[in-house]
C-alpha cells in the first residue's frame, strides 16, 4: 500500500491522477474509485493529459474544432489507456469495496487508487473515529491482497497548526495516523508555502519499507493539461 498525505486542495487526485495514467499507458490496467469527485470530473483530468488540453477550458466550453477532435479521438471505449473510474456517492465501504473487486475482476486493473480514506463510511458504529480509521483501512488491505491488487490510498492529513499553517508536514500529521503509517509500504507526502495560485507543490518520500526515504521533489501545474508534474531543476536544490 502507497499512501499520499496531503491537507484539502493540495493535490492528492491530481498526484493520484497523474501516477495511475503513467501506469495505464505502460498497459497496466488501473483504476481510481473515489467518494469526493464524480467521474466526469475524473474524465476531463484525463482526457487533459491524454490531449494537453486543460480541464478548464474543457468546461468552458471554448475549444477549437481541432481541439475537439483531439477529445472525440479518444473518448469512451477508444481511450488507448485501460483506465477506469468509480465514484461511490454513498461513501460506504460495501460500496466501495464492491467497486475494487469490479475494477480488479471485470476490468482486470492490477492497481486501484482509493480517494481518499476519511470519507468513507465504515460498517457498524465504533467507539472512536480512529477504531473506525482502522477497520475501514484493514478492509480495504484484505480485499486488495486477495485481489492481488496493489491499493494507493489517499489520506487527509491532521489540521495544521493556526500560527504555521504551511508547515513541512511529517507522519504523525497523518489523520488516525496509527494504522495508516504502520501498515503502509511507503508514504508520500505534499504540501506548499502558501494558498497564492501557481505556487509549487511540495512532496517527499516520508517513509519507503526496505528502500531510503527521505528523497524529496517539486510539482508544478502543466499550463496545457492541468495536471501536476515534476518541476525540472538546473543545478543544486531539493
Same mark, same amino acid.
Given at each position: 500500500?502507497?499512501?499520499?498525505?496531503?491537507?484539502?486542495? %493540495?493535490?492528492?487526485? =491530481?498526484?493520484?491522477?497523474?501516477?495511475?495514467? =503513467?501506469?495505464? =499507458?505502460?498497459?497496466?490496467?488501473?483504476?481510481? %474509485?473515489?467518494?469526493?469527485?464524480?467521474?466526469?470530473?475524473?474524465?476531463?483530468?484525463?482526457?487533459?493529459?491524454?490531449?494537453?488540453?486543460?480541464?478548464?477550458?474543457?468546461?468552458?466550453?471554448?475549444?477549437?474544432?481541432?481541439?475537439?477532435?483531439?477529445?472525440?479521438?479518444?473518448?469512451?471505449?477508444?481511450?488507448?489507456?485501460?483506465?477506469?473510474?468509480?465514484?461511490?456517492?454513498?461513501?460506504?465501504?460495501?460500496? %466501495?469495496?464492491?467497486?475494487?473487486?469490479?475494477?480488479? #475482476?471485470? #476490468?482486470?486493473?492490477?492497481? %486501484?487508487?482509493?480517494?481518499?480514506?476519511?470519507?468513507?463510511?465504515?460498517?457498524?458504529?465504533?467507539?472512536?473515529?480512529?477504531?473506525?480509521?482502522?477497520?475501514?483501512?484493514?478492509?480495504?488491505?484484505?480485499?486488495?491482497?486477495?485481489?492481488?491488487?496493489?491499493?494507493?490510498?489517499?489520506?487527509?492529513?491532521?489540521?495544521?497548526?493556526?500560527?504555521?499553517?504551511?508547515?513541512?508536514?511529517?507522519?504523525?500529521?497523518?489523520?488516525?495516523?496509527?494504522?495508516?503509517?504502520?501498515?503502509?509500504?511507503?508514504?508520500?507526502?505534499?504540501?506548499?508555502?502558501?494558498?497564492?495560485?501557481?505556487?509549487?507543490?511540495?512532496?517527499?518520500?516520508?517513509?519507503?519499507?526496505?528502500?531510503?526515504?527521505?528523497?524529496?521533489?517539486?510539482?508544478?501545474?502543466?499550463?496545457?493539461?492541468?495536471?501536476?508534474?515534476?518541476?525540472?531543476?538546473?543545478?543544486?536544490?531539493?
Amino acid at each position: 500500500m502507497l499512501v499520499i498525505g496531503a491537507q484539502t486542495n %493540495v493535490g492528492k487526485t =491530481s498526484v493520484l491522477m497523474t501516477w495511475l495514467m =503513467s501506469i495505464a =499507458s505502460r498497459s497496466i490496467p488501473c483504476g481510481i %474509485v473515489s467518494v469526493e469527485d464524480p467521474d466526469e470530473d475524473f474524465g476531463a483530468k484525463a482526457l487533459g493529459q491524454m490531449t494537453g488540453i486543460n480541464p478548464k477550458r474543457m468546461w468552458s466550453g471554448d475549444l477549437s474544432q481541432a481541439e475537439w477532435a483531439k477529445i472525440m479521438a479518444v473518448r469512451g471505449y477508444d481511450m488507448p489507456h485501460p483506465f477506469s473510474f468509480g465514484y461511490v456517492g454513498s461513501r460506504r465501504i460495501d460500496d %466501495v469495496l464492491a467497486k475494487i473487486e469490479f475494477m480488479a #475482476r471485470v #476490468r482486470g486493473a492490477r492497481v %486501484v487508487a482509493v480517494d481518499y480514506l476519511q470519507s468513507i463510511m465504515p460498517r457498524g458504529s465504533f467507539s472512536s473515529r480512529r477504531e473506525a480509521i482502522d477497520s475501514i483501512l484493514a478492509e480495504l488491505i484484505s480485499l486488495c491482497g486477495r485481489l492481488g491488487v496493489a491499493l494507493i490510498l489517499a489520506s487527509q492529513l491532521a489540521r495544521p497548526d493556526k500560527g504555521n499553517p504551511y508547515r513541512e508536514p511529517n507522519l504523525i500529521d497523518l489523520k488516525e495516523s496509527g494504522e495508516i503509517e504502520n501498515r503502509a509500504q511507503c508514504v508520500v507526502m505534499l504540501w506548499r508555502d502558501s494558498d497564492e495560485p501557481g505556487v509549487d507543490i511540495h512532496a517527499k518520500i516520508a517513509k519507503a519499507k526496505r528502500q531510503p526515504a527521505g528523497a524529496r521533489f517539486d510539482l508544478i501545474r502543466d499550463p496545457d493539461s492541468g495536471m501536476l508534474i515534476e518541476k525540472p531543476y538546473y543545478g543544486s536544490g531539493y
